[in-house]
């Protein structure tokens, strides 16, 4: 192996994200009179699970509006768009692509007028036999609008209609394989469903006077204050309209398959999903990391910020060595930046993260990181620290290494962005420029999070696959 | 005294800032090619000086170019028109208006073209005597563009350019009274200069080829990768050109007057000003505050993200009352933000920081927070405290009560605005909704800081002004 | 009949067309290099068959590109966009709404992908069984995309598509009622195609290196130095392709039905269409006008610009009343206007047409007007000519009166709009405020043409339907 | 001579306008509660002298507001714009740039704030002694704003205002040589004035309830439905306020300088300007050519829309030949157009006019134009007209050749643009490939005016110029 086999650091570290990206976030709600401003709000706590689109579909029992957007939801709306989505009825989405291109029409929700009556859906997780279910619907004639798997469910959906709409939902969802919390609507009636083995999350909860909301996580409940009732099930449909809420089963395996990664790195710390809550366990997998690593030998905790905020607090204090917040964030690092010119390549790195010299010259720093991808970010930033007069650099890793690719709704799908599928632990390290490197141990990781029985889908980190993806499953989008 | 004399809360807690707003930010570079690109850099490290309005203003020894715009440093400019700010030397400045209203044409660097030959001008401070010079100017014939203070400074220099640019300098600034942190440049010239009292930073740093960096904080020294040469003196003014820096000196009074403000919220803790760090300075006031309130009988030590972290950080680790970020950051909050509708009046709060209920419920919680203005935004954020739980809720603040107003290019120009300046610190406690409430003494900010003698204007918190306003100080806009 | 019973004049008499609108042009280009920038210029030219919206889809015989938007064709292009649109095959579209409310996704030419297969459509016409087609696609699972009439051709054409391209369109267009004049496109093949009846226009030309143009006016190939070929037959397809071109009929009636408005207002008169000279033609109804009211008495011949420019040269001529220009167009008159406040009501009128005091004073004033459908606009212009100062005003038509609606494709569709469906001409005179007014015979009209044998439709004028629309016509967009 | 010497034809023969551009328009409103909605319309009709750039100052005697942009007055304004101009008082201007450059800073009316008081000032003319008055008030200390040679008013007019506005604009405008109609404003006063000569036009108007108006042409008196009362005289400066309206005059030389092209080309037809009807100047131009050139030989008259159109019809009267409209316009030509690509390059030509072919095959042409100046324009067309089939092609132009550069405002102020300045009549001809060329003589236009005693600048066609430039004059814009 030689060093050329590494990835080269990307010129502009800002651009790409100093982590991997979630697919989707979902939010509805039933019953209240301003549904869409509330959906707003919703989106607006979910919106750390996807940034490149955003959209809102309200319906006032008659008449169905919507509005969607590349963009931040701050960006896609606007008072006087809320305003023009009328009625009691709303769902909302953010969007971060991972199948079916970066463009507006691939915006959700997604909304068809059939026979007169619309339909509209929101799809959190990505589907393993898209593009088979698709060739043999056009195979009957049906045109695909867009080149989302999520397209599929609508087609599935109309040609079961005439039986009603919890049957046909019964009947087309099975035939979906993969990963889905799904939030629809139609004119009258709010839907969840979530597939049978419940990788993304999805929950119910309820606001003072009564509406019912649908959301990701529960800290879009919390922003609207409305009250956690329960999570929506592996392999349930919930229908909401004016009779309340129903509830319909799909067959489900004995198994679930939580995504663990959400409480690593996706859901917000304020965030109870499955069950728990997302802080303590990240704060359990800090503590954990000082159990397993208790020779480390540093004298600064360093946390990279935010996202190893919480395992840090629990190293620190687990390992008695002193927390420093020692790398400064500029709050206003906008998504679109200036590349710097040729002879200026390096400064970039500083812009979003800037060390404090002081906290750090002399020092045996030990940093605390939610996870590594493609290893490059941190590449750059211990640099900084170098620069800054560090004097021994370690790193702890709340979770094992990445070595598998997703298939059910995270954007590393293929092996060649995982560093640590090709190198060992030790190659990572001197990739990173490190004079340690630890990661977690996945049965250190998985008891952390105190689940019994544990029920993740680990697939990531050691390569068991859950729901086994078709073979041409990478050829969706270059297809449709 | 009745309850309605306090300020009632703001009905989108938003907007408001969580803090009171610095005049400006100045950034100049010398003798290199890319000077603009550089210049850019420099105003993103100093966006949290003013996020009003950014421009650059660049020379390549003939030729001048500009670009001005409101909004974000990266909102304003983009590759092209970085691309188009050709030349060696440059000025950019960030502003949030403290005179002139809030409009394009009062963006800086303020640029006019005098017999054929630019000048421009980046101003950080506020003049205490800029209507009555610019009365006097009118009355001789000159022509206002703006209704900035810092522009009487330009009529003023163009009377004297005869006597060539340094003379000319040395005539006019002494007229100006108040504070200033000046950037200027011609074609072929930067100057920087400082007011005699020395109220807001400003520094000299360098690149490795040689080039001159000005600056308002070191930590876009940092960014640029500049080393920091020194600070612009009280009363110094230098000129810089293809024959090296030259400095030249007004008369100054004995006492300076550095604004002790900047270590306690406006300056980057990554910045050393005055010549001291402020992350350090930071740190060692919430030491302080442990050492003035020991008997807090709190079980968790909670800041306000991020401005509460660094005092934070040092109470904790002095009182050993554990730290938690229990109030969790959006970090997608646009500064545009859509108003709920009236029913849903109290979602706002929640929108930027959610706190993290198992963190907090039944909890003895002490805030650590660096300053109360209004009192208004500390309100509301309690109150989502209460409803989370906590069990009693103590607040520290790292520095005395704000009791009088600021002429010196701080926002809280007035008393009204100042809820300690009517208040007793138990009136302020029972608004904001705390159990206890304790600032910091006056000595112990002082002594905190390390200074020896101390040096700072401390007006703000006793009412002792150096430089007494002109009467008519708070007519200038209006007038203009 | 009372006075009421007239339409109220419009309030903003600019925004209201001086005419009726056109429903769309179409234009394509198959085997020049250019062919996205040749079809932007069509477009150009054709752009007073709609101003809507714009598009133009692409192909290199590997990818297809496209791009729409609403506006004119000079407002939706730049060179940038053209340059994106890249290959030897291009479709082009320029729309007025007349089924399919006025949004961009209903801005033509359509595209779809169909297992992986790109097809392009754009359609001039108007269907007049679109809603019993789609409900009956619907029923067997077929989801549409837009409230177009013009996607059931789609839908039904990629049922038959395993029979080949050419047979496809033999089966499916047959199915289609009404008015059609069709661009289609694949990635490698252009197609256009004509209803049996012939209403609307449409041609082929080609260019000096052989390349094929498909058009809807001739004035098209005129701009692109395209030689005019001949017309695509009523009930003909042809395929062009790296073959050349291939013919196809469908089954057809014996007569014929092309829009005789099409030579009184639609098309533009230095255009050719079903085989003769514009310009000539309405020149020719000018002199018929002056053959059929020998006795008008007046001193002044003056045409409504632009429209009735040329009938106005054929009257004048005609019976030697000189022609004046006594209406002067202001240029610079935008689409967008801005409503005068309610005190300045009356402004808008003479914002477009302002007329020349010194011609009209005192004199017996002849207007030629195309043709009258509402009246409104004629009576505010009316209204300006007599504070002119015109002694008496005279007005002739060169068409009958309007009495019937447009099922084919013009967007008088309802009586109601048609002030001669309801009113005598001695109520239209009085109405629009005219010392006498009278219309061409309709048989002055077709012998005008000098046709042999006439085949037009003629059905706005004596209701005699070519087609009859199916009951549900006017629901159509409604149900969509 | 060689052919080279000739300009060689742009490429795109759209951009570069028809003919010369006009320097400005100036329209004001004293005493309506609507006036800036009014000033709005005025714009509206004066945007043939100005494109580039609108704006309009209103008041209400307290406060003033302001807007200006880049663009049509339909661009520039929108209802909210005008809603936020408040008051009784309002000036506006259009601008087609002649000194300073074409930047937003440069949109007139210029605005700005002495001693709290706003002086506005819209200027139509060109100065000729603008950049000695700019040097001279820069040396007792004067900054000025922008690169228009109008801002010297504003800097003269302040040092003299402690003597009253009247007096002071009898002390200062004086002081101002070449061309000048301007309109001012202060918060209670508008103001006319008009250069000693009246190279351009300006008047008063009245509208029904007793408001004053100020136009550069009667059209836009017409729009709003003002009376027009009477011309600012030459020297003369009036003042309107409460009070009424002051007549104020400077002293005046005994000639006066009307411009001539005026009548030729800039002013609307349907206006009134020096107190005779331009329509039917422009008429008589066309009589007049018919006696000086009885022997054309010609089929047809074709006159090049819609600027020869007038003096075409006067000509076909006259002389018998009948008058055929062959070139058809495409009005929807926006003034943004993609460049052909290079294989396309001769396809602008026919974009904004397309020659009916039926009407000019095989036709001997007499083309009335009315007026040439740099000869490509003429050039292309006249290529279409060969393309088209004509047997024979003659021009005549009803004006003498172009031989001089104008000072005054208009935008053909070097020789070098002028094709006659350096080409005899044949040459011309030549160049533009025509088979004969002929030119109204100066005695027969000046003698078409029926002007009795002739008052005219006629320096673009004889040299004899009624101010002598500076000798620094071209310099203006590169020295500011």
Redesign the interface.
């Known amino acids: 192996m030689t060093r050329q086999a590494f990835p080269s650091p990307s010129p502009c570290p800002l651009r790409p994200a100093e982590g991997p990206k979630e697919a989707c976030g979902v939010f509805g709600v039933y019953g209240h009179?301003?549904a869409a401003?509330?959906t707003?709000?919703g989106l607006?706590?979910l919106?750390?699970r996807g940034?490149e689109s955003a959209g809102i579909v309200a319906s006032n029992g008659r008449e169905i509006t919507d509005h969607r957007g590349m963009g931040?939801?701050?960006?896609v709306?606007?008072?006087r768009v809320?305003g023009e989505l009328k009625g009691h009825l709303a769902l909302g989405h953010v969007r971060y692509s991972t199948t079916g291109s970066s463009l507006l029409k691939n915006a959700q929700p997604f909304l068809?007028?059939?026979?007169?009556n619309p339909i509209a859906l929101g799809h959190n997780g990505n589907l393993t036999n898209a593009l088979s279910l698709r060739?043999a619907?056009?195979g009957?004639?049906?045109?695909?609008?867009t080149?989302m798997d999520s397209e599929v469910f609508?087609?599935l959906l109309?040609?079961h209609l005439k039986n009603g709409l919890a049957e046909a939902l019964l009947r087309c969802l099975p035939q979906a394989q993969g990963a889905y919390s799904l939030g629809m609507m139609t004119k009258d009636t709010l839907i969840g469903a979530r597939d049978p083995y419940g990788f993304r999350p999805l929950c119910l909860g309820r606001l003072e006077g009564g509406a019912w909301v649908l959301s990701s996580e529960t800290?879009a409940l919390?922003?609207?204050?409305a009250e956690y009732v329960r999570d929506v099930e592996p392999g349930e449909i919930v229908l909401i309209d004016h009779n309340g809420l129903s509830s319909h089963r799909m067959e489900t395996p004995k198994r679930k398959a939580f995504c663990i990664f959400e409480y690593v790195y996706f859901a917000?710390?304020?965030s109870?999903i499955f069950g728990h809550?997302v802080?303590?366990i990240r704060k359990r997998f800090g503590e954990r990391l000082a159990d397993e690593f208790p020779d480390i030998g540093a004298d600064v905790t360093m946390p990279f910020p935010?996202s190893g905020?919480?395992a840090g607090?629990g190293f620190g204090?687990r390992s008695g060595i002193?927390?420093?917040?020692g790398m400064?964030?500029?709050?206003?690092?906008?998504?679109?930046?200036?590349?710097?010119?040729q002879?200026?390549r390096?400064?970039g790195v500083?812009?979003k993260l800037?060390?404090?010299?002081?906290?750090i010259k002399g020092k045996r720093v030990v940093i605390i990181e939610d996870s590594i991808i493609r290893g490059t970010t941190s590449r750059t930033r211990i640099k900084t620290l170098r620069d800054a007069g560090a004097k021994e650099i370690h790193m702890l890793v709340s979770c094992p290494p990445h070595r598998f690719p997703c298939f059910y709704g995270i954007d590393f799908s293929t092996k060649g962005e995982l560093i640590a599928a090709n190198h060992s632990v030790e190659e990572v390290a001197r990739f990173i420029g490190l004079d340690s490197l630890g990661y977690l141990s996945l049965e250190g990781m998985v008891a952390a999070t105190g689940f019994d029985p544990p029920s993740f889908c680990l697939a990531c980190f050691n390569g068991d696959y859950p729901v086994a993806p078709d073979h041409d499953f990478s050829k969706f989008e270059m297809?449709?």
């Open positions: 009179p301003d401003n509330l707003y709000f607006y706590a919106q750390h940034q931040l939801v701050s960006e709306f606007n008072t809320i068809v007028s059939f026979g007169g060739r619907l056009e009957s004639g049906s045109i695909f609008q080149s609508v087609h109309v040609r800290c919390d922003l609207v204050q917000r710390p304020d109870n809550n802080y303590r935010d905020n919480y607090l204090e002193p927390l420093e917040i400064i964030r500029n709050h206003y690092v906008g998504r679109t930046f200036i590349q710097p010119s002879s200026l390096d400064l500083r812009i800037n060390p404090v010299r002081e906290v297809e449709c």
